[in-house]
C-alpha cells in the first residue's frame, strides 16, 4: 500500500473511531438517568460532528445521549448523604415516596417527579447498606 493510501486510510479509521467514541454516553456515563435540563454544547457538537460526517451513525448518538440524558448538563449539588436519606424508609424497611420526594426538595432545592415512568429504580442489597455505614431498619 502507497503513503498517500495509508495516510487516507489511517485519517478515515480515526474520524470512524472518533464518531464511534463522539456519544455523550460514553465519555459522562455519570450523567445517565437525567430527564431534563440544559444540553451539554460539548456532546451536542461532538454528535453534530458525527451527522455531518456520517449521518445514520449521528443520528443513532443523538438518539441515544437524549434517550440516555447523558445530553444534559448536570445541575449543580445531585446528592444527598445516605444518612440524610434515611428518614424516608418506614420502621418495616420499605421507602415512603411523600418523605423521600420532601427529603430530596429540601437538599437538592429541586422537585423530583418520583412517579415519571422515565425514573430509573435500582433495587440494593444488604452490603450496599453496610458500604455505607448504614444497617437495615426492617
Given at each position: 500500500?502507497?503513503?498517500?493510501?495509508?495516510?487516507?486510510?489511517?485519517?478515515?479509521?480515526?474520524?470512524?473511531?472518533?464518531?464511534?467514541?463522539?456519544?455523550?454516553?460514553?465519555?459522562?456515563?455519570?450523567?445517565?438517568?437525567?430527564?431534563?435540563?440544559?444540553?451539554?454544547?460539548?456532546?451536542?457538537?461532538?454528535?453534530?460532528?458525527?451527522?455531518?460526517?456520517?449521518?445514520?451513525?449521528?443520528?443513532?448518538?443523538f438518539?441515544?445521549?437524549?434517550?440516555?440524558g447523558?445530553?444534559?448538563?448536570?445541575?449543580?449539588r445531585?446528592?444527598?448523604?445516605p444518612?440524610?436519606?434515611?428518614?424516608?424508609?418506614?420502621?418495616?424497611?420499605?421507602?415512603d415516596h411523600?418523605?423521600?420526594?420532601a427529603?430530596?426538595q429540601?437538599?437538592?432545592?429541586?422537585?423530583?417527579p418520583?412517579?415519571?415512568?422515565?425514573?430509573?429504580r435500582?433495587?440494593?442489597?444488604?452490603?450496599?447498606?453496610?458500604a455505607?455505614?448504614?444497617?437495615?431498619?426492617?
Amino acid at each position: 500500500m502507497r503513503t498517500p493510501q495509508r495516510i487516507v486510510s489511517g485519517l478515515l479509521a480515526a474520524i470512524l473511531l472518533a464518531q464511534l467514541s463522539g456519544c455523550g454516553t460514553l465519555f459522562y456515563e455519570e450523567r445517565r438517568g437525567q430527564m431534563r435540563g440544559q444540553i451539554d454544547p460539548v456532546v451536542a457538537g461532538l454528535d453534530a460532528i458525527g451527522i455531518l460526517f456520517f449521518v445514520v451513525p449521528g443520528l443513532i448518538a443523538f438518539a441515544i445521549d437524549f434517550a440516555t440524558g447523558a445530553i444534559y448538563l448536570p445541575e449543580g449539588r445531585y446528592s444527598v448523604a445516605p444518612e440524610r436519606l434515611q428518614d424516608a424508609i418506614g420502621s418495616d424497611g420499605r421507602i415512603d415516596h411523600v418523605r423521600l420526594r420532601a427529603i430530596l426538595q429540601q437538599e437538592l432545592a429541586r422537585d423530583l417527579p418520583l412517579d415519571d415512568p422515565l425514573l430509573i429504580r435500582h433495587g440494593g442489597n444488604l452490603e450496599q447498606l453496610a458500604a455505607h455505614g448504614l444497617r437495615p431498619a426492617a
